[in-house]
């Protein structure tokens, strides 16, 4: 779960992300392009030595898509996250 809890106007994000326990969240940010919204987000802790999302948001299906990269294992994989009501 990738918990959003605050986005600055200069780009930074305060966000959390749980697998199912907390991970922390080294950098996130947004910026606008092409008129959609891209969020970055970098994990650094045991077993998450910088692997990061790289998203984009879809706002007819209310939901971040991309791309996770898990740098332990040098893998990338489709991901979603969907929002919670």
């Known amino acids: ?3 959003i809890k605050y986005a ?3 780009g930074k994000i305060d ?7 907390s991970i922390n969240v080294s950098r996130a ?3 606008y392009k ?5 969020v970055f987000v970098e994990l ?3 077993n998450y030595p910088g692997s990061t999302y790289t998203l984009a948001y879809n706002s007819d299906a209310d939901q971040l898509e991309g791309i996770y990269f898990q740098a332990a294992m ?3 994989f489709d991901i979603v ?3 919670m009501q």
Request: hydrophobic fraction near 35%; charged fraction near 25%; glycine fraction near 0%.
């Open 81 to 83: 996250f969907v929002r």
């Open 74 to 76: 040098q893998q990338t």
């Open 44 to 46: 650094r802790d045991t």
């Open 34 to 38: 092409d008129d959609v919204l891209h």
């Open 29 to 31: 940010e947004w910026t």
């Open 8 to 10: 600055a106007n200069d």
């Open 15 to 21: 966000a959390a992300y749980l697998n199912p326990n």
């Open 1 to 3: 779960m990738l918990d």
